[in-house]
């Protein structure tokens, strides 16, 4: 009996005194001795190397509540904010410390952020479990205390942070340039201690972002920028072989700059690390553009059969470009670098095959008629553009090219157009220039003009979204056609609302007609 009671006892003891030291740790944590050294963490806890840049994001974290980093592409930036998160849970006591995420998109935020978060924490053998739907749990039970997840901006309402209680919250937005200006707001909600952080981080793409404005002096924030030419493949500084193969490359650079050339936005951003400067004469104000990136676009499905634009290659170095729109939505068909028109024309009958309704527009100057003839004879629903004609407004338009760019800006001010992300179509768009010309009319830059202007590649992407948009309207009636196209076919029925592509198709009338 006796023993039996100070077995017991011993056991009683045992466990108060190991639940007191779980309230002692609790109420007064023993510091983690890498609370102050995230660098260290990284080095020492995951074996890993960082660069030069890359500490000076850490040390930011630790040392300032908001950081901006403004970056060229391939940096490791999403690399090492996923560090910061695996540091932030592992080196503040249990249950004090919280990650949340963010990305424009959900693949932004699973297949890149919290992949790499989940990668730190099976190196580290950290903490928890870190799922697939980007949650970080505490405890291997689906019921675990939380500590971190990760969510696109969609998925955020307006109450989603209102349940973080911890002292140390570390806030994450990867991609930054693309998350909505409310979401700003609500982090601002949450991050109300000295010890939270904020870490925004992305390409500097578009000026008019809530990311540009955080990365503005006296924003408050401690931004850091990370120039391209300053990562380790351009610089002395050394990183392990393996890092280096990861990291911007000078192949990348070199051919960015012949495609889009070195003034331009994009070079500006992806290989800079900076934003880029508009003037008011580019065609689609960037603040429009970007916005056009992925829109649900209202009262549109995108199930429409409609249009497809087709811009031909007319020196060796062009690409021949194809954008289908449907309802208003965009996507990339083909490009290819052929320059020869059987092999184009098969891939864009290829293309239009077995989708009743479908149309095209391709261009017709140049060699690009030989495609549309093969086409055309062919019995496919082909339309050659010209972009040098008379537009319809002649009071307005230079030509029918400067006043099918204007619709096609309009759409982007109206909000009905939805983009790809597609990096040469919006380095275009953006690069492309417009004038009042001396005689008070609108005048869009011709290719000729633009390549010689950015010394880069022809903008084949924007004339070949363009002519997508052309045949929507169907606006192929110019001036002088008027005489020849029945008078029934006039303007007011061609609206898309007037038309029944099945019946009479003025499309093949005025096929018949150029
Ligand atoms: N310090 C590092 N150690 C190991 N791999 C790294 C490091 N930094 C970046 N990487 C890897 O390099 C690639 C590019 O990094 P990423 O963070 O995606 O760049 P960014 O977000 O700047 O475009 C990724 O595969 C990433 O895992
Ligand atoms: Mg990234």
Known sequence: MVRYGQRREGFAERALSDALALVAERLDPQPSPWENDPVGWVNTVLREYVWSKQT??????????????????????????????????????????????????????????????????????LQGKVT???????GSKQHGEIVGYGRKPADYNPDAFQGIHQKYVLVLIDEANGVPANLWD???????????????????????SHFASVCKANSGWNVIRIDGFQTPNFTDEWVP???????????????????????????????????????DDSLVPPAWLYDAVGRKIPGRTGREPGVMGLDIARTGQDRSVCYRQRGGYVSEVFKTGTGDLVELSEAMKEAMRG??????????????????????????DIFGYNGGRTPRDTERFLNARSEDFWYLRERFQEGTISLPDDEDLINQLLQLKWRMNGRNKIEVETKDDYRKRT??????????????????????????EH????????????EPDGLNYGQSDPFNVLEVVW
């Open 455 to 480: 010394r880069a590649g022809s903008p084949d992407e924007a004339d070949a979204l363009m002519m997508a948009f052309i045949g929507e309207e169907m606006p192929m009636i110019r001036p002088e």
């Open 241 to 279: 072989e393996y890092l280096r193969d990861l990291l911007l490359s000078k192949e990348w650079v070199e051919e960015r700059a012949l495609r889009w050339g070195k003034n331009s936005p994009l070079y500006t951003s992806k290989v800079r690390g900076e934003f880029p400067i508009f003037s």
């Open 186 to 208: 609500a982090v601002d909600t949450i991050v109300t201690n000295t010890y939270c952080r904020v870490l925004a981080i992305g390409n500097p793409d578009n000026p008019s």
């Open 132 to 138: 697939l739907d980007c949650v970080w749990r505490l």
């Open 56 to 125: 000076e994001i850490l040390e930011s974290v630790r040392d300032h509540r908001y950081t901006a980093v403004k970056s060229c592409h391939d940096a490791g930036k999403s690399f090492i904010a996923s560090r910061a998160a695996a540091w932030w849970i592992d080196a503040h006591p249990p249950q004090s410390a919280f990650v949340v995420s963010t990305a424009p998109t959900w693949p932004q935020v699973q297949a890149i952020l919290w992949r790499e978060i989940a990668r730190a924490h099976s190196r580290g053998g």
């Open 355 to 380: 989708k009743p309704g479908l149309r095209a527009v391709g261009d017709e100057a140049g060699v690009g008629a030989g495609v549309i003839d093969i086409m055309q004879h062919d019995g496919f």
């Open 483 to 494: 005489e020849s196209v029945d008078s029934a076919l006039t303007r007011s029925q061609l």
